[in-house]
């Protein structure tokens, strides 16, 4: 299990994420509680689901204040908008959840993660996973219409390519 320090390096190296930010990021997650503090003379282990929560909070655009806040509100997204208890049990999850799927599928080794691209957008709280067939799984608040834009004016969003998002979390959790 990697410490939040080997987290950081490797999704600043394998992502390109700015290191200072991804730190600031990382300490402002830990200040909030959503990652552990670790213990006098002890680092800090992530889980995948910490990972999860670092990545998504170095690839949305907003000041560090408001990181914690919203990788909460981002793990909560719904598949094209459809509010959790009005899906079938097997459709039951959010966007954190798919992609700590996606995560561990990666940590396995499976080579279908290398071809999706996960779209972080940070104009509006929305999730894309873009599969290699061309279908887009679509994470957007429930209640919200996935194929509408969501607001007035441009549309920023972080592309993370699925090949250096499985490599950082094979580099992070091989043999765990």
Not at 70 to 79: E, F, I, K, Q, S
Not at 117 to 146: C, T
């Amino acid at each position: 299990m990697p410490s939040t320090s080997e987290a950081v390096n490797v999704l600043a190296a394998r992502l390109g994420f700015d290191k200072p930010r991804v730190r600031a990021v990382a300490r402002a997650l830990t200040d909030a509680g959503r990652l552990p503090p670790g213990a006098p003379a002890r680092s800090p282990v992530l889980d995948i689901g910490n990972v999860v929560d670092l990545l998504i909070g170095s690839a949305v655009d907003v000041p560090l204040r408001s990181v914690s806040e919203t990788v909460a509100n981002v793990r909560d997204l719904t598949p094209a908008g459809t509010p959790i208890e009005s899906l079938p049990a097997s459709l039951q999850y959010s966007a954190g959840n798919y992609l700590d799927a996606l995560a561990d599928l990666a940590a396995e080794g499976s080579s279908d993660v290398r071809r999706v691209r996960i779209e972080v957008v940070s104009s509006w709280p929305e999730i894309d996973v873009h599969q290699p067939d061309g279908a887009i799984s679509r994470f957007v608040e429930p209640g919200a219409l996935a194929s509408n834009w969501q607001s007035t004016g441009h549309r920023r969003s972080t592309v993370i390519n699925g090949a250096a998002f499985a490599d950082a979390v094979r580099d992070l959790f091989a043999g765990a």
